[in-house]
T-cell receptor, first 112, second 112 residues
Framework: KAGVTQTPRYLIKTRGQQVTLSCSPI?????VSWYQQTPGQGLQFLFE???????NKGNFPGRFSGRQFSNSRSEMNVSTLELGDSALYLC???????????FGSGTRLTVV | QKEVEQDPGPLSVPEGAIVSLNCTYS??????FMWYRQYSRKGPELLMY????GNKEDGRFTAQVDKSSKYISLFIRDSQPSDSATYLC????????????FGQGTRLTINP
């Protein structure tokens, strides 16, 4: 059974650029959540999508956005990158109800 | 004040020791409690999942929940060098924008 796949694994971008990260959930999982992980702040919730609809959103600026496609694959986009956006971005999928989330290995974004 | 508090460590113990990891929380709305393990350069993986107060055992791992004190613990018996990782507690609530909230994570090293 394939796990959660995130691409790319590593990215280096320049301040002011934008970036798109991709997440393919486990087959049958309709819920996809995105988290930002940094050494200082830990895992911070970005947003959650379920059946192509954003169900919840964390306290991040509007530069962070996402979407989910009909096949449950999800993308997140960060525009006008800042140095502070350097982090590990993790995607997690679940069947949609209460339960454990399965995480991908993340995308390591470095902004220079 | 964070909703979920976890000592980030680091914690270093000799092989074979019993390890105790703990988290406290402030919001009574949390109903489900989880422990994740995260190896370097990987996403978190679910270790233990529990709902009610009391103990749940899985091999060398025991999760303990005390809802009255808003305190959860993870015990690792006969610790092995392969247990060296960051351990994150996580709590789930039915209501609220952010349903799954993580602790900061405790970095654990088991010395051979």
């Amino acid at each position: 059974k394939a796990g959660v796949t995130q691409t790319p694994r590593y990215l280096i971008k320049t301040r002011g650029q934008q970036v798109t990260l991709s997440c393919s959930p486990i087959s049958g999982h309709r819920s996809v959540s995105w988290y930002q992980q940094t050494p200082g702040q830990g895992l911070q919730f970005l947003f959650e999508y379920f059946s192509e609809t954003q169900r919840n959103k964390g306290n991040f600026p509007g530069r962070f956005s996402g979407r989910q496609f009909s096949n449950s694959r999800s993308e997140m986009n960060v525009s006008t990158l800042e140095l502070g956006d350097s982090a590990l971005y993790l995607c997690a999928s679940s069947v949609g109800g209460v339960g454990g989330y399965t995480f991908g290995s993340g995308t390591r974004l470095t902004v220079v | 004040q964070k909703e979920v508090e976890q000592d980030p460590g680091p914690l270093s113990v000799p092989e074979g020791a019993i390890v105790s990891l703990n988290c406290t929380y402030s919001n009574s709305a949390f109903q489900y409690f989880m422990w994740y393990r995260q190896y370097s350069r990987k996403g978190p993986e679910l270790l233990m999942y529990t709902y009610s107060s009391g103990n749940k055992e899985d091999g060398r791992f025991t999760a303990q929940v005390d809802k009255s004190s808003k305190y959860i613990s993870l015990f690792i018996r006969d610790s092995q060098p392969s247990d060296s990782a960051t351990y994150l507690c996580a709590m789930y609530r039915i209501q609220g924008a952010q349903k799954l909230v993580f602790g900061q994570g405790t970095r654990l090293t088991i010395n051979p």
